[in-house]
T-cell receptor, first 115, second 113 residues
């Protein structure tokens, strides 16, 4: 596609429910990244993929968070047993590959509200 | 990746040039200088990046000091739409095990009509 697409754009869920957030990167981009941004705060890095592999999962806030990527394309971020502190905008980005001379393209994000 | 230092905020008048500074005194020889901006209620947007030479694109210019310890993002004619938080980030050139972009606090640019 022309850009990075994220769905849903907004999600309201009850505390304790599981949610899945989807990211469709730009076709051909091998690197994919997830970030979180709480209201009024900076971007917090969560996890990245090179192809379908996530070499470092240490940025995930807790074991309730997991992510996968298939076919070097779509990625899903899953949050189990959501808590109110999970409320944030979840941003996905992709780049041609991991090397430093390539820029990132971000999606518009999924705004998650846990009530 | 090496650390960058930016002013917390800056203000500009509409239709005037804006020079956004960034210090990166510990930059290594293979670090690229990236600039992103985040408009209100949107995801970050790539602006420009460079290594040693000055760079120009349709959005902005990047002026890199000869010793590479600082750089300046130049918006040639600020518009109200340029009001955003601007992030200066260093990215190492490595084929594997690269760390992703780490966003600091950036510079909040206000544009006055």
């Amino acid at each position: 596609g022309a850009g990075v697409s994220q769905s849903p754009s907004n999600k309201v869920t009850e505390k304790g429910k599981d949610v899945e957030l989807r990211c469709d990167p730009i076709s051909g981009h091998t690197a994919l990244y997830w970030y979180r941004q709480r209201l009024g705060q900076g971007l917090e890095f969560l996890i990245y993929f090179q192809g379908n592999s996530a070499p470092d999962k240490s940025g995930l806030p807790s074991d309730r968070f997991s992510a996968e990527r298939t076919g070097e394309s779509v990625s899903t971020l899953t949050i189990q047993r959501t808590q109110q502190e999970d409320s944030a905008v979840y941003l996905c980005a992709s780049s041609l590959d991991l090397r430093g001379n390539y820029g990132y393209t971000f999606g518009s994000g999924t705004r998650l509200t846990v009530v | 990746d090496a650390k960058t230092t930016q002013p917390n905020s800056m203000e500009s008048n509409e239709e005037e040039p804006v020079h956004l500074p960034c210090n990166h005194s510990t930059i290594s020889g293979t670090d690229y200088i990236h600039w992103y901006r985040q408009l209100p209620s949107q995801g970050p947007e790539y602006v420009i990046h460079g290594l040693t030479s000055n760079v120009n694109n349709r959005m902005a210019s990047l002026a890199i000091a000869e010793d590479r310890k600082s750089s300046t993002l130049i918006l040639h004619r600020a518009t109200l739409r340029d009001a955003a938080v601007y992030y200066c980030i260093l990215r190492g050139f490595r084929n594997s095990g690269n760390t992703p972009l780490v966003f600091g606090k950036g510079t909040r640019l206000s544009v006055i009509a």
